[in-house]
């Protein structure tokens, strides 16, 4: 699984005009990308591994503040462009691989106490963002 992290101070995503998903208050933007070797046990790794990452203001984590998180799929995080000047998707896991797996990243926070707000899997999303720092990680599990 890869993760593009970024802490916000709000952020929404929009499927066809309407809002799927918000956090109105300081928390976590998260992009995911599922590729085909990752495992529930990925899923759960890496939601521990955002919820106690301790990048929001004084060094604290999502954890510490109980700050919500906007969790988005995004199978393009895993783009080839070695070659050429067109994407390759091959290592993007495909939607019946990637979409419980991405629903297990979601489903483990939510057990760790975060509150979760969601895209829509496999939609054309617009996302909004504040990006607070700017702060952004990428992180692989």
């Excluded at 199978?75 to 462009?81: G, K, R």
Aim: hydrophobic share 45%; aromatic share 4%; charged share 25%.
């Amino acid at each position: 699984m890869r993760a593009v992290v970024q802490r916000v101070t709000d952020a929404s995503v929009e499927v066809d005009g309407e809002v799927v998903g918000a956090i109105d208050r300081p928390g976590l933007l998260v992009l995911l990308g599922v590729t085909h070797d990752d495992t529930g046990e990925t899923a759960r790794t890496l939601a521990a591994k955002i919820w106690t990452l301790r990048i929001l203001r004084d060094e604290r984590s999502a954890a510490d503040e109980q700050a919500p998180i906007l969790a988005i799929s995004q199978f393009t995080l895993y783009a080839d462009t070695r070659k050429g000047r067109r994407p390759s998707w091959s290592a993007a896991a495909p939607g019946p691989v990637s979409e419980p797996l991405y629903d297990a990243f979601c489903a483990a926070l939510e057990s760790l106490g975060a509150k979760v707000e969601r895209g829509r899997f496999g939609a054309n999303m617009q996302v909004h963002l504040t990006n607070d720092g700017p702060v952004t990680l990428i992180l692989d599990a």
